[in-house]
T-cell receptor, first 113, second 113 residues
Framework: GENVEQHPSTLSVQEGDSAVIKCTYS??????FPWYKQELGKRPQLIID?????GEKKDQRIAVTLNKTAKHFSLHITETQPEDSAVYFC????????????FGTGTSLTVIP | KAGVTQTPRYLIKTRGQQVTLSCSPI?????VSWYQQTPGQGLQFLFE???????NKGNFPGRFSGRQFSNSRSEMNVSTLELGDSALYLC????????????FGQGTRLTVV
């Protein structure tokens, strides 16, 4: 089955700096890659996603890039703010088999004011 | 529009007992998935139901089972509880059959003593 690895497991940045989280996947059939943000004690929420026919997607301060050849995708957060502090999970899915997501182990991001 | 609702929020059970968790998806969502979340392991896929049929199953023992009703509500059952089953169990629902955003519930925190 699919295996998703995520790095780093913890990340601390100064407010206003950028943060980058990287994930790799193993199954070349994976074609949908969402990123979820989970604040302490809350449910995971989708922040951005990308499909395999797209190389990059941006939404304000958040961007995701996908390299299908290398089987890796990354989350980029610019101008970080304290409210960005949370655990971020990447995931991969093979959409023709259903809504089954394989998640990375998470990155705990701390933005220092 | 109401979100995904999971009940109960917290449960304490004794080893050897069984437990049933409930999930009500967002109205109109027919795909319901279950995940186990533990520290350091991230979210691990248990199973997915679509139109009352189990469509996908993760690598969990047969003690973990589920079902979906005609109104898309889903239940998962864990029999013969073990200490290692202590975790946050998250349910997610999706609108489309495949490859779209999963909306998570707040989870059921299960503690096995």
């Amino acid at each position: 089955g699919e295996n998703v690895e995520q790095h780093p497991s913890t990340l601390s940045v100064q407010e206003g700096d950028s943060a980058v989280i990287k994930c790799t996947y193993s199954d070349s059939a994976s074609n949908y890659f969402p990123w979820y943000k989970q604040e302490l004690g809350k449910r995971p929420q989708l922040i951005i996603d990308i499909r395999s026919n797209v190389g990059e997607k941006k939404d304000q301060r958040i961007a995701v890039t996908l390299n299908k050849t290398a089987k890796h995708f990354s989350l980029h957060i610019t101008e970080t703010q304290p409210e960005d502090s949370a655990v971020y999970f990447c995931a991969a899915s093979i959409t023709n088999t259903g809504n089954q997501f394989y998640f990375g182990t998470g990155t705990s991001l701390t933005v220092i004011p | 529009k109401a979100g995904v609702t999971q009940t109960p929020r917290y449960l304490i059970k004794t080893r050897g007992q069984q437990v049933t968790l409930s999930c009500s998806p967002i109205s109109g969502h027919r795909s319901v998935s279950w995940y186990q979340q533990t520290p350091g392991q991230g979210l691990q896929f248990l199973f997915e139901y679509f139109s009352e049929t189990q469509r996908n199953k993760g690598n969990f023992p047969g003690r973990f089972s589920g079902r979906q009703f005609s109104n898309s509500r889903s239940e998962m059952n864990v029999s013969t509880l073990e200490l290692g089953d202590s975790a946050l169990y998250l349910c997610a629902s999706s609108l489309e059959a495949v490859g779209t955003e999963a909306f998570f519930g707040q989870g059921t925190r299960l503690t096995v003593v």
